[in-house]
């Protein structure tokens, strides 16, 4: 069961970020009534998957993908897509600070209950935790009182291990088609990955079942620092 | 893109030679390289909107090609080189795509930065 929430806003560094294990949850809390922002703040430029042969080039890229994104959030409901107008691979070289106002401005835009980004440190890829390390400071510095809940996702080989089980898993089986159409929105990226998901999901492999039904989340620990 | 055309990119790189131009120079593994070979050393490098000058430019061997620029004051070079596009912003991409169609490489040249 989600909890209803006042306003969600989850933040990410790249289209199809929110797709694998949040679209679910967006798309239910969507369906609840409950508004949610989706701050992506790349367009994912350096893409590796281009094909060969090539369906698209380096300078061609960013457009399919903002389109691919668009697409996205049509498929989840969602209305309030942002993006930022970052550079692919570069947040973490960005002003730290410069990054915290960011996250800060759109919190008091939107004054979520809930917020939803990657774990720091658990999330492997440097714009996830350049990204992540952003939310969570912008949050943590917050009145205690005042801050949204923060859920995270962390998918890092050592999470189960440093961080235990997620406190919070949510069952989307009721959006599962939701969550699989926002996927295949993000078709410049997925193709491959879809290919070898629907084939296992047509043979009822449990593991890509439980991938495709359930959301994890950890609700972040402030005394973990990023202050 | 086309696949490596020597003489077609040999006349492309020379129409660039002794300009000012922008160059894109990248290389990558992916971000998830060692996530998912924990064994993996990732290395890359990347380079957007230098701009410079060269005075001899090169393509050799055949896909994948190498591709190097001489400049006044020292070199450019990309190995891997199999696919190429004149976009239509004439801008000269060069890319090198591995066999599961992932981006390894890529080399650009134009008379504009890149945005």
């Keep these: ?82 993006m930022m107008g970052l550079r692919d691979k570069t947040i973490e070289f960005e002003d730290d600070e410069k990054m915290v106002d960011m996250i800060k401005d759109l919190i008091d835009d939107v004054s979520p209950s809930l917020v939803i980004t990657f774990y ?65 929105a993000h078709l410049s990226q997925t193709a491959w990955m879809l290919k070898d998901l629907e084939k296992r999901l047509a043979d009822q492999d449990p593991e890509a079942i439980k991938w495709v039904t359930e959301e994890r989340f950890y609700t972040y620990r402030f005394d973990q620092g990023y202050n | 893109m086309q696949p490596v055309n020597l003489n077609e990119i040999q006349s492309l790189i020379d129409q660039f030679a002794n300009k000012d131009v922008y160059i894109h120079l990248e290389t990558t593994n992916g971000s998830y390289a060692t996530h998912v070979d924990e064994a993996f050393f990732n290395a890359g490098a990347f380079i957007r909107n230098a ?21 006044e004051l020292g070199w450019i070079y990309a190995q891997g080189i199999t696919h190429y596009e004149l976009d239509s912003n004439k801008r000269l991409l060069m890319a090198g795509h591995d066999h599961q169609g992932k981006l390894a490489v890529a080399l650009q040249i134009s008379e504009t930065p890149f945005e």
């Design chain 1, 120 to 184: 720091p440190d658990y999330c492997v890829h440097p714009d996830h935790e350049a990204t992540a390390r952003a939310v969570v400071r912008a949050v943590g510095r917050m009145p205690e009182a005042e801050r949204p809940k923060l859920h995270c996702v962390a998918f890092a080989n050592n999470t189960q291990t440093e961080l235990g089980p997620p406190d919070t898993i949510h069952h989307v089986e009721a959006v599962q088609d939701i969550k699989l159409n926002t996927m295949r």
């Design chain 1, 1 to 82: 069961m989600i909890a209803k929430e006042k306003h969600v806003l989850v933040v990410f560094p790249h289209p199809d970020d929110e797709a694998f294990g949040v679209s679910g949850t967006i798309a239910t809390h969507i369906q609840m009534g409950t508004g949610v922002t989706y701050a992506c703040l790349t367009l994912g430029e350096m893409g590796r998957n281009l094909g060969n042969p090539p369906f698209a080039t380096r300078e061609s890229l960013p457009e399919i993908r903002k389109r691919e994104l668009r697409g996205a959030a049509h498929a989840m409901g969602l209305t309030d897509l942002r």
């Design chain 2, 51 to 71: 701009k410079v000058r060269y005075e001899l430019g090169k393509i050799i061997g055949d896909a994948p090609s190498r591709v190097g620029l001489k400049l």
